[in-house]
Structures are given as C-alpha cells and as structure tokens.
C-alpha cells in the first residue's frame, strides 16, 4: 500500500503570513530559534522518516482521555510515548 505524503512546504513569508491572519497553530510570540551557522550545514545530512502503519489499538478510556485532553496531537504524542519506550528497549 502506497503511503500518501502529507509533507506540505511553506516560506518563511508564507508562514508568517498565516500566523498573522489565524491560519496555523504556531504561536505567534513563540521565539524564533538561534542560527545553527555555516558548520552545522556542512555535516547536516536528510534522514527520511520510516513510514507509518495505520492499526487498531484499544487501550484503557482513562489512557486515551488523559491524552486527548491534551488537545490536538493526542496520537501524534501517544506514538511518541511508544517510540520512546522502544527505544529505550533496545539499549
């Protein structure tokens, strides 16, 4: 089954312009990060991530409340919460 790619490619403009007129969920007085400089870019390499499997999982109604009361995101962070404890598995 073919993956279909969400990745969407914004400016710099394009996405200030849409914080100003409402249209992201960036924060608009978050801080803008430091420069990484001219080192960081010559060892700085492209790591595709691994795809994603779509599954049905139950879990307990008091897990998947707990995170969903945490907004949008909630199985974005609940595969976090995953991919940290099998990485710390493999150690």
Same mark, same amino acid.
């Given at each position: 089954m073919k993956q279909k790619n969400s990745t969407v490619r914004y400016s710099r403009n394009e996405i200030k312009n849409r914080v100003a007129r409402g249209e992201?969920?960036?924060r608009a007085n978050a801080a803008e990060g430091?420069?990484? @400089? #001219?080192?960081f870019w010559k060892h700085a390499r492209v790591v595709m991530p691994s795809g994603k499997?779509?599954?049905h999982l139950r879990v307990d109604s008091d897990v998947f409340a707990w995170f969903k009361?945490? @907004? #949008?995101?909630h199985l974005t962070r609940m595969n976090a919460v995953l991919r940290s404890y099998v990485d710390a598995q493999k150690d």
């Open positions: 992201s969920k960036t430091a420069p990484v @400089g #001219e080192n499997t779509s599954v009361k945490r @907004g #949008e995101g």
